[in-house]
């Protein structure tokens, strides 16, 4: 088991639907419902609180994502209101339902990471972070 160096690497291991923690262990049974447990290093998820936070993400992600398509579509395109509306919502609840498994991951490895609500803050030693780490970030406070 390798514990992430960064943040960032917790993080796009939780985007990836895996571990926080090791990286191996799937992170989700079912679409959107975290295992108790990671397989592979036992970290146990039971403390996760996503919450509806996933779906917020998920929403301002795909509202600003959407936007310069709505206005490409009126502005460059002689296309009516039904039109419209035959490409922005199948799109925008594709582009929507895509990110809510990717942002709950996102979201537990954070707390994973922060040690929010009775995760344990977990950091390699300062020998193994690497060069790039600074004190505050490997664990010594």
Do not use: N
Request: charged share 15%; proline share 9%; hydrophobic share 50%.
């Amino acid at each position: 088991m390798t514990l992430p160096a960064t943040y960032g690497q917790a993080a796009l291991r939780g985007m990836r639907c895996r571990c926080p923690r090791c990286g191996e262990g799937l992170l989700f049974r079912k679409w959107l419902k975290p295992l108790d447990r990671c397989p592979a290093c036992m970290l146990d998820l039971t403390p996760q609180r996503a919450d509806d936070f996933p779906a917020y993400i998920a929403m301002i992600v795909t509202g600003h994502l959407m936007a310069p398509v709505i206005i490409m579509l009126s502005k460059d395109f002689a296309m009516g209101v039904l039109g419209m509306f035959a490409i922005v919502v199948p799109l925008a609840v594709v582009m929507m339902l895509a990110m809510l498994q990717p942002a709950k991951g996102a979201v537990i490895a954070t707390q994973w990471w922060f040690g929010m609500h009775g995760f344990v803050k977990e950091r390699l030693p300062a020998a193994e972070a690497g060069p790039a780490a600074k004190p505050g970030e490997a664990g010594q406070e």
